[in-house]
């Protein structure tokens, strides 16, 4: 199933202003070149079907957008597939409440964007990554508790949007965890790990363009909204920077890069049609 409708309106706008530019250009053309009587027919319909593939090409584009980039707020944000860690600039990668590194497929999926960074992309050991987030200068604030009855994993709680800056990455205290170590969000604790993120960003970003995951997408779960699709994500995250006091100046951006598996999930067109993003 298609992203975008064969008659969608924007696809049908972008096809009028192209094929209003040929007819331009072949209206002049006509005033100096004289075309035989007989020929006339079959040109039309050559100019038909020519006009006929531009649509089809400008639908087949649209439904296989991948990169996009728009203004949100005075904000240059790109919206692109690719691999987060060959970014520019600092990378946010998502743990969990308590800045676990155990990639045991339990605490940490080796398939997610913090296991494949604990794995593949950590320079040093991850007793060295433990220690350096053990001895980081998180505000008190931040640290909201201990779990004493936490038997595998650690124990100090921070406040979800809590950011740990790690060389080039920004670590990222996203999901909240159950009793059975699994990843768990509600809609209101989502939009507040995105309204502290922004917020900490904002102080520590220092001019630095900054990328993110689509934060949300994969193996999180976001209690009530189990349907929740990777656009919708996509969009919140565009309103709450949008409504954010963060602001990117020229030349440092926010990119979003989405996994190549989950493109043919967002509508960048439409995206990229709305106001701000959304």
Known sequence: ?????????????????????????????????????????????????????????????????????????????????????????????????????????????????????????????????????????????????INERRTNGKRSRFQIGTICMYKSYLLAAFSKFDKDNKAILTMPEYLEFLINFWDKVNNVYAQQSVSTPIFGSGITRIKGHKTISDEDLLKIMLWTFRISEMRFKYPARLTIVIHKDKINQINLLDIKAARNGV
Not at 84 to 113: H, P, R
Request: charged share 20%; glycine share 6%; aromatic share 12%.
């Open 1 to 145: 199933m298609s992203k975008v409708s064969f008659i969608d309106k924007r696809v049908f706008e972008t096809f009028l202003k192209i094929t209003s530019a040929i007819s331009a250009t072949l209206s002049l053309v006509v005033l100096f070149v004289d075309i035989p009587e007989g020929c006339r027919t079959a040109y039309g319909w050559l100019f038909i079907t020519v006009l006929l593939v531009i649509y089809v090409v400008i639908w087949i584009w649209s439904n296989t957008l991948n990169h996009i980039d728009i203004k949100v707020e005075g904000s240059d944000v790109t919206i692109k597939v690719g691999d987060i860690f060959s970014e520019k600039g600092l990378k946010a990668i998502a743990f969990n409440e308590y800045f676990d590194t155990q990639v045991d497929n339990k605490l940490i999926s080796e398939k997610s964007l913090n296991g494949i960074f604990i794995q593949n992309h950590l320079e040093g050991s991850v007793e060295d990554l433990d220690k350096y987030i053990e001895s980081y200068a998180f505000d008190q604030s931040e640290i909201i508790g």
